[in-house]
Each structure stands twice: as C-alpha cells, then as structure tokens.
C-alpha cells in the first residue's frame, strides 16, 4: 500500500507542522505531476525553494494520474484512454462540495490515483480527504 502525499503536505514539512519522521516509512510515497506544478506556481520564490528542496528530500516516486485531460496533462504524465468517467463523476461531486474551486480538476485526478490504484491518499485537505472517503478509498488525514 503506497502513500501519495498532496501538496499541502509538502506545505506543513516546510512549516514544521509535521516531519518527515511522521510519514509512513512502510511503502513508497508517491507524487504525480500535479504537486510539482502546484509548487511551481508559489508565488514567493524562497517559499518555492524551500518547497521543492522538501520534494526533492523526501523524494516520491512520480505515478501518472489516471486521466490524461487536454491542455492539462503534460505528455507521459498521464494514461491516456484512463477511467474518465470516473473523473467526471468525482469532479461533480467536489464542485457540489466547495463552489467549483478552481484546483478541483487536480484533486480530482489526484483522487482518481487514490481510488484506481488502492494507494493512500495523505492530505490536510478536507474536501478531498472526503472525496476519497466518500469512495471507501484510504487516507490518511492531517490538521489543515
């Protein structure tokens, strides 16, 4: 059982909220593209730094998502020809929850991972926490 960690949880190791002595050392930890491309676009260059110097020290294995989307999904990133009715059923679902956030397509992909793949979605995210519940996938959940 593998563990994707979300982006915020680069966030809170940054912060020392959390260590990296408190993510699961039994499996591998994982990240797709999308946590890459979400620190990338830290408007605050040390902020950005320090985020990617966390990435790059805990090291997760990069996984494709399940859907490769259109003008979204950079090439090899994704499976083409993936569950993307799955996706669209997940994405209806997290926009009833939070207002059709603008990020929902990500967490939804990221969801996606989660539930196609028996992995271990580890957030601080409470609408995505809930969305992979919501599906019986596992999580791990940390404060926001």
């Known amino acids: 059982m593998a563990y994707l960690l979300d982006t915020n949880i680069f966030n809170q190791l940054v912060d ?4 990296i002595d408190e ?10 593209y999308l946590q890459i491309e979400e620190i990338n676009k830290t ?3 040390n902020r950005k730094d320090e985020l990617l110097k966390k990435f790059h020290e805990v090291n997760p294995k ?3 998502v399940e859907t490769a989307l259109f003008d979204a999904t ?4 994704g499976k083409y020809g993936g569950d993307s009715e799955l996706y669209k059923e ?11 956030k603008a990020n929902n ?4 992909l990221i969801a996606e991972v989660i539930i ?3 992995h271990t979605l580890i957030t601080a995210d409470q609408d995505l926490a809930d969305l992979v519940e919501n599906r019986n996938g596992k999580l791990i959940r940390f404060p926001a």
């Open 43 to 45: 408007n605050n260059q």
């Open 62 to 64: 990069r996984v494709p």
């Open 116 to 118: 196609q793949n028996g």
């Open 74 to 77: 950079p090439w090899n990133e």
């Open 105 to 108: 397509y990500a967490d939804v």
């Open 90 to 100: 997940l994405l209806i679902e997290l926009d009833a929850m939070n207002n059709k």
């Open 23 to 32: 993510l699961p050392q039994d499996d591998s930890l994982l990240a797709t």
């Open 16 to 19: 020392n909220r959390i260590s």
